[in-house]
């Protein structure tokens, strides 16, 4: 069974730093293509960043944000630095696989004063 769970969510000042967890199980982690996303209320969910063999971001996180993964652990992250109010939102990761995707149940980060 196919399973993906985000942590790491939680409150933070603007300009403060968070990092967000994947752990994920029950398929060949290593061969997944690992993403995250993010939905702020009211809006459609965006894509922020992606690893393969490489890394790719989306411009509005750019330089801010690092996505990294461990295949021994089975887990992906998200480092985010310099944390703007913009960045309040839902944030989801994914895997996917042969055009199959599995999502987790997103975790809360509010950037707030």
């Known amino acids: 069974q196919v399973n993906v769970v985000e942590s790491g969510g939680g409150l933070v000042q603007p300009g403060g730093s968070l990092r967000l967890s994947c752990a994920a199980s029950?398929?060949?982690?290593?061969?997944?293509?690992m993403s995250w996303y993010r939905q702020a209320p009211g809006t459609e969910r965006e894509w922020v960043a992606t690893?393969?063999?490489?890394?790719n971001y989306a411009d509005s996180v750019k330089g801010r944000f690092t996505i990294s993964r461990d295949n021994a652990k089975n887990t992906v992250y998200l480092q985010m630095n310099s944390l703007k109010p913009e960045d309040t939102a839902v944030y989801y990761c994914?895997?996917?696989?042969?055009?199959?995707?599995?999502w987790g149940q997103g975790t809360q980060v509010t950037v707030s004063s």
């Open positions: 690893i393969t063999s490489t890394t």
């Open positions: 029950g398929f060949r982690f290593s061969s997944y293509i």
């Open positions: 994914k895997a996917r696989f042969l055009r199959v995707d599995y």
